[in-house]
């Protein structure tokens, strides 16, 4: 599901709402260990574009969990 996902946030990434509402559905499918290794490629990948966006979806998913 990890590269899935990477797939589908690189095809929705002109938009930001749509690389928001999947980079939340991402979190929701990956496993609990593969997080980490998506917020690195995500960051490394469109921190440039979207770097508010990704830190505002992990952190909302980290007090999701709680």
Sequence with gaps: ???LSKQILEKVSFD???FKKELKK???WI???ER???KT???ATFGAIHGDVIKDVFESSLTASF
Excluded: F, T
């Design 31 to 33: 496993k609990p260990q």
């Design 41 to 43: 490629w995500c960051i």
């Design 1 to 3: 599901m990890l590269e």
């Design 16 to 18: 930001r709402n749509l």
């Design 36 to 38: 980490l290794h998506l």
């Design 26 to 28: 991402s979190l929701a």
